[in-house]
């Protein structure tokens, strides 16, 4: 009896399939990369036009991560990450990254505005007790 993959094709076929999967894997990473990005461009130039606004960090980021396009988004990598779950770490690793890169973003967008809001008193009474 002859083994299925005596002659390679079904090897062959998996490597394919593998690399196709690993690239539509890659685009839905980028096209994830893309839409954070945008949507952090948007978060900041928000925080710099209402800077007496108090934002959250964390408020902000899960309103970025509840938009419906990079949801649709992240489901699509997820599907095709599923059949393969050797590239769930690549895809898990990006996404931890992206967190931590976009939330440092905010950080420092939110808290020029938020120190000035708060010790925008400070030198005015320090005057006042000094006359």
Not at 3 to 25: H, V
Not at 38 to 57: C, F, M, Q, R
């Amino acid at each position: 009896m002859n083994s299925p993959f005596s002659n390679g094709t079904i090897r062959q076929q998996e490597i394919s399939d593998r690399r196709i999967a690993q690239q539509r894997i890659a685009e839905a990473i980028a096209r994830e990369t893309r839409r954070t990005g945008i949507l952090l461009d948007l978060a900041v130039e928000t925080i710099k036009n209402h800077p007496d606004d108090l934002y959250s960090v964390a408020q902000l980021w899960n309103i970025i991560q509840h938009d419906e396009t990079l949801d649709r988004i992240q489901s699509l990598a997820n599907q095709n990450a599923y059949d393969y779950p050797g590239f769930l770490p690549w895809i898990n690793g990006t996404r931890k990254r992206l967190e931590e890169s976009g939330k440092k973003r905010l950080r420092e967008a939110v808290f020029k505005p938020n120190h000035q809001y708060r010790y925008r008193n400070y030198l005015g009474s320090k005057a006042l007790l000094a006359a």
